[in-house]
């Protein structure tokens, strides 16, 4: 009997897809990128703007500087 992939099966491939290309250094936007960025922003170092500019700018020049981001990773997979 063939069993059918659920939008669960699918979300859950997709997320660790995501996490594998962060882990190989791949996503130019990755999860520590962002908390870092979090991080300045609730220690005053930047205001949200200025964050939200920096995440737009890393994933602006992601191409350019041989990776990928994190969107691209999850709609590939």
């Keep these: 009997m063939m069993t059918r992939r659920t ?8 997320k660790l897809a995501v996490e594998e ?5 791949l ?5 520590d990128i962002r908390m870092e960025l979090v991080r300045q922003m609730n220690a005053g170092e930047k205001t949200l703007a200025q964050v939200q500019a ?3 700018e890393i994933k602006r020049n992601a191409k350019k ?7 691209q990773v999850w709609r590939q997979a």
């Design 7 to 14: 939008a669960f099966d699918a979300r859950l491939d997709k």
């Design 54 to 56: 920096e995440l737009a």
């Design 65 to 71: 500087n041989g990776k990928v981001t994190r969107s």
């Design 21 to 25: 290309s962060e882990s190989l250094g």
């Design 27 to 31: 996503v130019a936007d990755s999860m």
